[in-house]
Nanobody, 115 residues
Framework: QVQLVESGGGLVQPGGSLRLSCAAS????????MGWYRQAPGKQRELVAT???????NYADSVKGRFTISRDNVKNTVYLQMNSLKPKDTAVYYC?????????WGQGTQVTVSS
């Protein structure tokens, strides 16, 4: 079992920045990849960024150049640095972790970009 807890969401003005954190606990040594997804009201959940155990990263086209995913293996935490935020980035952001064929999810954190 893996538990994931997100934090760092909030209200920010367009052009601002936020850093989301996802703290993992439990059987974390078996986590191969972790990622961030988001879901806006009325829309499907979509990929934002992923990072593997060897720190290979992948980003959605919509966030490339603005968002950066990283991981701290000592703190068992994955981060999502979000810069140049836009109103269309408003969503609930979810962290996930892949262990074997099982995908674990956190509870989500709300990000609202508005003036």
């Amino acid at each position: 079992q893996v538990q994931l807890v997100e934090s760092g969401g909030g209200l920010v003005q367009p052009g601002g920045s936020l850093r989301l954190s996802c703290a993992a606990s439990g059987s974390i040594s078996n986590i191969y990849a972790m990622g961030w997804y988001r879901q806006a009201p009325g829309k499907q959940r979509e990929l934002v960024a992923t990072i593997t155990s060897d720190s290979s990263t992948n980003y959605a086209d919509s966030v490339k150049g603005r968002f950066t995913i990283s991981r701290d293996n000592v703190k068992n935490t994955v981060y999502l640095q979000m810069n140049s935020l836009k109103p269309k980035d408003t969503a609930v952001y979810y962290c996930n972790g892949l262990v074997g064929v099982t995908l674990y999810w956190g509870q989500g954190t709300q990000v609202t970009v508005s003036s």
